[in-house]
């Protein structure tokens, strides 16, 4: 098995930052593509950002130039660095890792969620 431990969600002012960290740990042979999707209240889950194992990195529009994802694949962590904060980025944010266990099943897994609110 394998869990998703998510950290650094809050409260934070228009323009502000904060700081996301997700570390995958449990029956792990090796963790592929790493991401981070969001859900507001009302809307689908979307996708953030993700990035591969390799380093190769994606997003979606609205969070381009405002928004870095990074990892560290020795500690199987993932990292969302969210700069130019907006109320419209108010949302639960999920961490997302499609991993490889031990038990040679590739699957993906979900983190637990932390809100991040985006306001005056």
């Known amino acids: 098995q394998v869990q998703l431990v998510e950290s650094g969600g809050g409260l934070v002012q228009p323009g502000g930052s904060l700081r996301l960290s997700c570390a995958a740990s449990?029956?792990?042979?090796?963790?592929?593509?790493m991401g981070w999707y969001r859900q507001a209240p009302g809307k689908q889950r979307e996708l953030v950002a993700a990035?591969?194992?390799?380093?190769?990195?994606n997003y979606t529009d609205s969070v381009k130039g405002r928004f870095t994802i990074s990892r560290d694949n020795a500690k199987n962590t993932v990292y969302l660095q969210m700069n130019s904060l907006k109320p419209e980025d108010t949302a639960v944010y999920y961490c997302?890792?499609?991993?490889?266990?031990?038990?040679?099943?590739?699957?993906?897994?979900w983190g637990q969620g932390t809100q991040v609110t985006v306001s005056s």
């Open positions: 990035i591969t194992s390799g380093g190769s990195t």
């Open positions: 997302n890792a499609n991993a490889i266990t031990i038990h040679w099943r590739t699957l993906d897994y």
């Open positions: 449990g029956s792990i042979f090796r963790v592929n593509t």
